[in-house]
Nanobody, 124 residues
């Protein structure tokens, strides 16, 4: 059974940084793309970043490009999201997700498994 556990969320002032991590277990980690999504109160879940199984292909939402960096360590079965220059608009519950193939995707329907989420709050 696949399990995804996020960590690293918290409260930070605007302009600050946080690093989210997601530990995966249950199936061959490097065979699947990983993604980060977020959902703010009253809003739809939105795509943040994705990385292919090999780590060679990465794609970001325009709203975070240049500020966030996704990475993965296939030896440790982890994926991370380094978030810099945080803005109040980044406040949301952040979810780690594992894809249904090795190829990256920005579509939530391409992800089979989801973590419980970690809260990120950015104060102005």
């Amino acid at each position: 059974q696949v399990r995804l556990v996020e960590s690293g969320g918290g409260l930070v002032q605007a302009g600050g940084s946080l690093r989210l991590s997601c530990a995966a277990s249950g199936r061959a980690f490097s065979s699947y793309a990983m993604g980060w999504f977020r959902q703010a109160p009253g809003k739809e879940r939105e795509f943040v970043a994705t990385i292919s199984g090999s780590g060679r292909n990465i794609y970001y939402a325009e709203s975070v490009k240049g500020r966030f960096t996704i990475s993965r360590d296939n030896a440790k079965n982890t994926v991370s999201l380094q978030m810099n220059s945080l803005e109040p608009g980044d406040t949301a519950l952040y979810y780690c997700a594992q894809g249904n193939s090795i190829a990256f995707s920005g579509a939530a329907r391409s992800y089979d498994y989801w973590g419980q989420g970690t809260q990120v709050t950015v104060s102005s």
